[in-house]
């Protein structure tokens, strides 16, 4: 798929945010729900990226998960803004998701904060 095509199918600010790794503002994300089996989908390739059970309410205004499935999420440095952070793409197609940080409230001690549009 090429990015004109992905262009077409996105809303623009699922382009954004997945293609030039926007962020949405917090506490906008639409209320989303896993598909059919219990997983959240990448909006660009439909690869199961999290599970519901890793779900948890963070507070911070961005869905949140404690856990990626296994191989589904690829880290990657990022010093932009002037910070170090991790950030984490779909393995699969390269879209950004978001970012991971080490402050998560459970035994994992992860926190993956996502974007709402970046699961189709
Ligand atoms: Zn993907």
């Known amino acids: 798929m090429n990015e004109e095509e992905l262009k077409k199918r996105l ?3 699922q382009y954004h945010i997945l293609r ?3 962020t949405e503002a ?3 994300g639409k209320h989303i729900e896993p598909g059919s089996d219990g997983m959240y989908h ?3 390739c439909d690869a199961p990226l ?6 948890f309410e963070s ?3 961005w869905p949140s998960f404690d856990q990626a499935l296994a191989g589904a999420v690829k880290e990657v440095s990022d010093d932009s803004y002037g910070m170090h952070r991790t950030e984490i793409v779909c393995t699969n197609c390269g879209s950004h998701l978001g970012h991971v940080f080490d402050d998560g409230p459970t ?3 992860k926190r993956y904060c996502t974007n709402s549009v970046c699961f189709g």
């Open 42 to 44: 990448c909006a660009v």
């Open 50 to 55: 999290f599970s519901a059970d890793a779900k």
């Open 26 to 28: 917090a506490f906008t």
């Open 20 to 22: 030039e790794k926007g």
């Open 59 to 61: 507070g911070t205004g």
């Open 11 to 13: 809303t623009p600010e």
């Open 107 to 109: 035994e994992t001690g």
